[in-house]
Every structure is written in C-alpha cells, then in structure tokens.
C-alpha cells in the first residue's frame, strides 16, 4: 500500500509566479485536503477535494485554487504568489469526507517565495 | 481568539517523566477530536483520536471535555523518542466538518 506522496519537494518562486504543487493520495483514499502550515504554526485548512468536487474551503483567498483527477490525484495552484505564502504545503488523503475520517499526510512540498 | 489553542511550551522534561498538554477550542458544535504529532520538518502523523469516555494507547491517554471544551494528552514514562510536537485538531461544521489545528506544544523530553 503507497501512501500520499507529493512533489516537488521544495521549490522557490519570486512574487507574482505561479505555482502547481501535486498530490497523489493514498490507495483506497477517495478525498484529498490541501493545508498550508506555515514556520511554528499548525496546518491551515486551505480545501479539499472529494470525487473531483471542492468540498470544503478555508479562509484562504481566490488566487489558491485546486483540482482533483479521476483517480483521486490532486493538484494545488496558487497564482501571484506573494511572500506570505511561503510554507509547508501538505496534502493529506482519507477514505471519506467526513471530518471523523483520519487524514494520511505526506511529506510535504516546501515553497519558499522570494 | 483561535478556534483550537494549544500551550505552545517548549514543555522539557527528563526521560520517564509523565507530562501532560491541553487543547481549548471554541467551538461547541465540533464533533471529533484528533492528537497528532509533527517530527521536525515532518508531515503530521496521527497519534490517537480522543472518544467522550477518554481512550488510552500504552502510555498515551486522551482526554475530551465537552463541557468545558477541552481535549488532553497524558504522556507516561516519556521517552527521548517522544521529543516532538504534538498538534491537537478538531472538526470545524463551517468548513463542512473539516479538520482545524492547533499551533501545536513542543515537547522536549531530554535524557
């Protein structure tokens, strides 16, 4: 059984860039989230993604937006990027929407913005 | 005020100390409650979910007060192993019953 794996790893932008960070979910896992935690905070729910749907989205701002493929992969974009954005991005799979189903992170893509 | 506060330590104790942390959150209708722990520059992991009657895996016991709005993690025997951060979440009904974090408490448990 794979876990939730994402990539790349770490990348750097300049302010304004765009960016695309992806996300393949654990097998049997049918729901993605996107969290964004940044240097000594805990993850912020940005979305999350069930059967190619949005369902659910945080306090986060237009310009993040996502996708969900058909097999349950994911992607993140964030669009003019400025230099708060810079953080952990986390992706974490689960077989189900529901808040009492236990998310499966992975390891993370680092952004750092200049 | 944050929906989920944690004490943000560090908390350092010795090796076998027992070390517990607390979690407030502010919202009444949350419905599930989660501990995990985050290694350095880590994904978080799942450490235990927290059931209304307190639930116990080896030497970690949670605790939930629906009252007054409370989760604990209880911490036996702290070994060097435990040294991590340790992330409380708990569903939040307007972002359709999704997860909401803590700032997480550092745990140090030294030798």
């Known amino acids: 059984e794979t876990g939730v794996t994402q990539s790349p790893t770490h990348l750097i932008k300049t302010r304004g860039q765009q960016v695309t960070l992806r996300c393949s979910s654990q097998?049997?896992?049918?729901?993605v989230s996107w969290y964004q935690q940044a240097l000594g905070q805990g993850p912020q729910f940005i979305f999350q993604y069930y059967r190619e749907e949005e369902n659910g989205r945080g306090n986060f701002p237009p310009r993040f937006s996502g996708l969900q493929f058909p097999n349950y992969s994911s992607e993140l974009n964030v669009n003019a990027l400025e230099l708060d954005d810079s953080a952990l991005y986390l992706c974490?799979?689960?077989?189900?929407?529901?808040?009492?189903?236990?998310?499966?992170f992975g390891a993370g893509s680092r952004l750092t913005v200049l | 005020r944050k929906e989920v506060e944690q004490d943000p330590g560090p908390f350092n104790v010795p090796e076998g100390a027992t070390v517990a942390f607390n979690c407030t959150y502010s919202n009444s209708a949350s419905q599930s409650f989660f501990w995990y722990r985050q290694d350095c520059r880590k994904e978080p992991k799942l450490l235990m979910s927290?059931?209304?009657s307190g639930n116990e895996d080896g030497r970690f016991t949670a605790q939930l007060n629906r009252a007054s709005q409370y989760i604990s993690l209880l911490i036996r025997d702290s070994k060097l192993s435990d040294s991590a951060t340790y992330l409380c979440a708990v569903t939040r009904m307007e972002y359709g019953n999704k997860l909401v974090f803590g700032a997480g408490t550092i745990l140090r448990v030294k030798s």
């Open positions: 927290v059931y209304s």
């Open positions: 097998s049997g896992h049918n729901t």
């Open positions: 974490a799979s689960s077989e189900g929407s529901s808040g009492a189903n236990v998310l499966t």
